[in-house]
């Protein structure tokens, strides 16, 4: 009895470990109180534009006007990451997601809000993730200060993305239905200050002095887009990314249709359904946390991104309702362990001084196709049918996922260098590697 105890225990310990270091402690406190807010401000969101508009094409242009910026400033992000203390980045982008969420709570209080106010702040809210999200990745090596760690730190940051996720929207439904969307934004604007008092708090080393008059923004452009572009394992993982976020992603955003035309429900069928795809992301975060190491996660990001693909396939496919169900919990398995797959992988390999560029890049691969994605799905689906659309996707995914796992001898031999100097590899490992090739 005791023994396995010990041994719940031991794998507790295993899964939380990132949390032993105090800086990340306690930014996953304030991250995530934060994130309910930012989850609740969706919903709201999306409420207010629906109830002022009644336009469903109106929501999809809101969604794309919110991330289309992260697409079109990713790189000079980047390179802002690169040359600033990025713990001084996200002290500054927090303030000022702070007063985008205040300025819509004044206007909905207000009863003056129209629809483009909601369009600009919508905007204001894109430019200040385009900056926020590559210095939050590059960020988290530098909060745990050991490469051991840090699959765990980003599998234990995807766990509180995804349980803000079921909780947010629940909690923001019941906040709209009892008092209205304006205090959806007002809580989301004081959930912000836990962010801000949790980096405050933080014991950060000082940053390298940086000659800024000496560097030259294009050349660091350049020099990011050709060490990403230079490196294979880099290229391969953030192009796989790039086209399962453009054809895969989508599928949320046809989630309604499933919900009324295939499946003849309402709101409450919707959110069991997106609830089922929360809950396999939340499975995955927590299986990624136990991980050990990174060996092995270039077969698992392929597969992944295969499983995802056949999950769409399969989703398309099915007017069976609880089969539907079990096939969208793999499909936000699949999905989220491919993107902490591609993320753990990318931040271990980077060079220090250009991981907020090459993370940037990794932004832009994810968040920034997702709005192109959705006009794609949106287009589809409007001239073939949200099912067809799925079943295209899904097709694409497996495909360009049966590619790369195709190349994945060549990545592997890519890797085992710099796995190797970064002691991931020990060089006896190595060397019984080459004797077998």
């Known amino acids: 009895m005791s023994s396995s105890t010990t041994q719940n225990g031991s794998s507790w310990r295993l899964v939380l470990r990132a949390l032993d270091h105090r800086n990340y402690r306690l930014y996953f406190t304030g991250q995530g109180l934060s994130l309910i807010g930012t989850w609740m401000t969706r919903i709201a969101t999306n409420w207010l534009i629906y109830r002022l508009t009644g336009s469903a094409w109106m929501l999809g242009m809101i969604g794309f006007l919110g991330q289309v910026p992260t697409f079109l400033l990713g790189p000079f992000a980047g390179v802002w990451v690169d040359r600033w203390s990025r713990h001084r980045t996200l002290v500054w982008t927090q303030a000022l997601s702070m007063i985008q969420s205040f300025a819509l709570a004044a206007l909905a209080f207000s009863g003056h809000v129209a629809v483009w106010h909601v369009a600009a702040l919508s905007v204001l809210q894109g430019v200040i993730n385009a900056f926020d999200t590559p210095a939050r990745q590059a960020f988290l090596i530098e909060m745990v200060e050991d490469r051991a760690v840090l699959g765990n730190a980003i599998a234990l940051n995807s766990t509180m993305v995804n349980l803000a996720r079921l909780v947010g929207p629940s909690v923001g439904g019941l906040i709209i239905a009892l008092s209205g969307e304006a205090w959806c934004f007002t809580i989301d604007g004081i959930s912000y200050g836990a962010v801000i008092a949790s980096l405050l708090l933080m014991k ?43 054809v895969g992603m989508p599928y949320s955003v046809l989630l309604p249709i499933f919900a009324s035309q ?21 499975m995955a975060a927590l299986t990624m946390a136990a991980r050990r190491s990174i060996l092995g996660l270039g077969r698992k990001l392929g597969l992944a991104a295969l499983l995802f693909g056949a999950g769409l396939l399969g989703f ?25 797959c591609c993320n753990t992988i990318l931040q271990t390999i ?39 659309a799925l079943i295209v996707s899904g097709i694409v995914c497996v495909a360009c996922a049966g590619f790369y796992l195709s190349c994945l001898p060549i990545i592997r ?12 590899l020990p060089p006896e490992v190595q060397e019984t590697m080459h004797h077998s090739h």
């Open 316 to 340: 398309g496919l099915s007017s069976n309702y609880p089969l539907s169900l079990i096939l969208l919990l793999v499909t936000g398995f699949a999905m989220m362990t491919h993107m902490a």
């Open 204 to 246: 950060i080393a000082p940053m390298a002095a940086r000659h800024m008059e000496e560097e030259n923004l294009w050349r660091e452009l350049r020099e990011g887009f050709g060490y990403v572009t230079g490196s294979l394992p880099i290229r391969s993982i953030l192009l796989l990314l790039a086209v399962v976020s453009l």
């Open 350 to 388: 980077s060079d220090p001084d250009k991981r907020g560029r090459v993370m940037s890049y990794y932004t832009m691969a994810f968040m920034g196709m997702t709005p192109f994605g959705s006009l794609f799905g949106g287009a589809v689906a409007s001239r073939f049918g949200a099912p067809r």
């Open 262 to 282: 295939v499946f003849h429900g309402g709101a409450h069928t919707l959110g069991i359904m997106m609830a089922a795809t929360g809950v396999g992301a939340l």
């Open 413 to 424: 031999r890519a890797l085992r260098p710099i796995y190797i100097e970064l002691g991931i």
